[in-house]
């Protein structure tokens, strides 16, 4: 148990569909990421949240949309995703904006047909 | 932009032997963390390494970070099947935006029984 909870663990969607991806951490952390890590890249940084507001949205396709409701919870929203979307999303907490310690969870894979 | 060479990408050798891992860049960082993740898991935080020259042990690995700030090295004696995974080094830059970690593309290890 790493702190931070990722589900579902597996998740294979069509083009057509909607799905989200939850993360819940029990860190007492105020920072919460999403990563994208695909094969043969390095990880991705996607969304940042600092005490529920976003403070990071590094050129992702709108397609690809966040919650946050609240510290210990954060969200993303698929819709209208494309192949090249599969990939492992991962979740990480972070005590503030400035914490060096990263925790993670253990990611969803998604497959998009 | 700032980009973290990781090298080798792949490296597979016997139970017993010593291996080095290396984590280069041309830009200068505040910090550097090295992870472990292994299949199917998130990345798991290994050691934050600050200091030019530092050097951290933990257990049969040694890291340490290079004099300028620019690279870094994961050093492994007597490698254990259970060292087996992925290797990523990341990056903490400083100035605005220093909160996101760069990481490399990793090292995939394994240690054969």
């Known amino acids: 148990e790493t702190g931070v909870t990722q589900t579902p663990r597996h998740l294979v969607m069509g083009m057509t569909n909607k799905k989200s991806l939850k993360c819940e951490q029990h860190l007492g952390h105020n920072a919460m990421y999403w990563y994208k890590q695909s094969a043969k890249k390095p990880l991705e940084l996607m969304f940042v949240y600092s005490l529920e507001e976003r403070v990071e949205n590094n050129s992702v396709p709108s397609r690809f949309s966040p919650e946050c409701p609240n510290s210990s919870h954060l969200f993303l929203h698929l819709h209208t995703l494309q192949p090249e979307d599969s990939a492992l999303y991962l979740c990480?907490?972070?005590?503030?904006?400035?914490?060096?310690?990263?925790?993670f969870g253990s990611g969803t894979r998604l497959t998009v047909v | 932009t700032q980009l973290l060479e990781q090298s080798p990408q792949f490296l597979s050798i016997q139970e017993g032997e010593n291996l080095t891992v290396y984590c280069n860049s041309s830009?200068?960082?505040?910090?550097l963390q090295w992870y472990r993740q292994e299949p199917g898991e998130g990345p798991v935080l290994l050691v934050t390494v600050v200091t030019g020259g530092e050097v951290k042990k933990l257990k049969r690995l040694t890291f340490q970070f290079g004099d300028a700030r620019k690279d870094s090295s994961l050093h492994i004696t007597a490698a254990q099947p259970g060292d087996t995974g992925l290797y990523l080094c990341a990056g903490v830059g400083s100035g605005a935006g220093s909160y996101q970690l760069t990481f490399g593309k990793g090292t995939k290890l394994s240690v054969i029984p």
């Open positions: 990480a907490s972070s005590q503030d904006l400035w914490g060096r310690s990263f925790t």
């Open positions: 830009s200068v960082f505040s910090s």
